[in-house]
């Protein structure tokens, strides 16, 4: 496998969630950003990047919505790795969410794992 390849996967694989207090999701990733009001599509499209899909070709791409995730500036954070890809986890993460948004999020997450 190339570098070039490896660098890919590598970029894909990271990706974040960022709840804001504004009752949105920010998914991003290196090269894509983008804001969801719609928890059952950003759901939809979290399921496809833990799938290993690559977010390029996708509508919507917005940079200016781009959130420095060290800082979180009182928003609820997630990294890649701390999603976890079954459903009860998912379930009990929806139950135990501290923002409405988080809770439907994480709920219809779960449903895809089903």
Not at 54 to 75: L, Q, R, T, V
């Amino acid at each position: 496998m190339t570098n070039e390849i490896k660098e890919y996967q590598s970029s894909i694989e990271r990706f974040e969630l960022i709840f804001t207090d504004g009752g949105s999701l920010v998914v991003q990733t290196p090269d894509f950003v983008h804001s969801y009001d719609d928890m059952g599509q950003a759901a939809r499209d979290v399921f496809e990047l833990m799938q290993g899909e690559d977010p390029s070709g996708w509508d919507g791409n917005e940079p200016e919505y781009m959130i420095d995730f060290a800082s979180g500036d009182g928003c609820q954070c997630f990294a890649a790795d701390e999603i976890p890809s079954d459903e009860t986890t998912l379930t009990g993460l929806a139950k135990g969410a501290g923002g409405f948004a988080e809770g439907d999020f994480f709920a219809k997450l779960a449903k895809l794992f089903a």
